[in-house]
């Protein structure tokens, strides 16, 4: 079966460790992406890559790090800079990077930081 | 600034009926995005246009351009269709703006 894994779905960590969350798809999709969302907010925009080994900035990427060494795969890492990692993060990927076209989500990750 | 605004925040409803959700946005968009969030948080596509209307068994979504807005209808509502629609917007660049979604409950 074709899709997007994210794992684990719930992830806990104390206050001042970094932490990596797997995004990981078997659709030969070229772009990937990683959205946050907290209660009563739109999803927004992380971090997004268009292809290997390149990636950019969203609106909110402070305090987070990426990689995209695979085409398969995108890791973010939540660093002790990022001042309130408590959410719940999805990843996506899409066939191009152009945003009309149609994106497949992640089953995400909550991530509590105690 | 490239706004998506959401309406109803919240939505009850008996089952069988017609359900409308609306969306707005702030400037013309390259394309319009209608996806569905289920209570485990997994987010689905249901429809992407950019003109006039699509329909998916009882889902129907529209645009209008001119007025900047879409609808999604669902026929014949079920409590499997309680999720939370999310509408978001192609402003023209690689990413989305999203709205911040409607839930939907329908009751048996």
């Known amino acids: 079966d074709g899709g997007i894994t994210q794992s684990p779905k719930y992830l806990f960590r104390k206050e001042g460790q970094n932490v990596t969350l797997s995004c990981e798809q078997n659709?030969?999709?070229?772009?990937m992406y990683w959205y946050r969302q907290d209660p009563g907010q739109g999803l927004r925009l992380i971090y997004y890559s268009q292809i290997v080994n390149d990636f950019q900035k969203g609106d909110i990427a402070e305090g987070y790090s990426v990689s995209r060494e695979k085409k398969e795969s995108f890791p973010l890492t939540v660093t002790s800079a990022q001042k309130n990692p408590t959410a719940f993060y999805l990843c996506a990927s899409s066939m191009d990077s152009g945003s009309a076209d149609t994106q497949y989500f992640g089953p995400g990750t909550r991530l509590t930081v105690l | 600034k490239n706004e998506v605004e959401q309406s109803p925040q919240n939505l009850t409803a008996q089952e069988g009926e017609f359900i409308t959700i609306n969306c707005s946005y702030s400037v013309g968009i390259s394309a319009l995005h209608w996806l569905q969030q289920h209570p485990g948080g997994g987010i689905v596509s249901l429809f992407m246009?950019?003109?006039g209307k699509k329909k998916h068994g009882r889902l129907i979504a529209t645009i209008n351009i001119q007025e900047k807005h879409s609808s999604l209808h669902i026929t014949a509502s079920h409590p499997r269709d309680s999720a939370v629609y999310i509408c978001?917007?192609?402003?023209?660049?690689?990413?989305?703006?999203f709205g911040t979604g409607t839930r939907l409950t329908i009751i048996p």
């Open positions: 978001a917007a192609s402003f023209g660049n690689e990413k989305l703006t």
């Open positions: 246009l950019s003109s």
């Open positions: 659709l030969n999709h070229d772009a």
